[in-house]
């Protein structure tokens, strides 16, 4: 294993550890190019840079998903409900039980 890798963008050359690591398709974990200190400066200058059309594109995520939301939270109504009430009851035994051995102690 390398201990030492060079940032692609500022050319210095940084022990492994100021790199992220990225999870491959394959499972493996690789070091990105960049070093953290670059990937933030680029991550956060991208985020600045394109603040408006990135909200902006969020916004238009969030009106494209909205009837399907809808759609949704009505057509498993039951579904939901059956699933809250079941969460409810579980945790009503659980409280139930978690009160008797606190007795017994
Ligand atoms: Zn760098």
Partial sequence: MKKEKVCNLCGRTLPVRNFYTQKTATGS???RSRCKECYRAVTRDYYWDNREELLKKQRRQYKKRRPYLKNYYQTH???RLKYQREWYRKRRVAKAKAARAAKKS
């Fill in 29 to 31: 974990m690789v070091y």
């Fill in 77 to 79: 109504r039951e579904a």
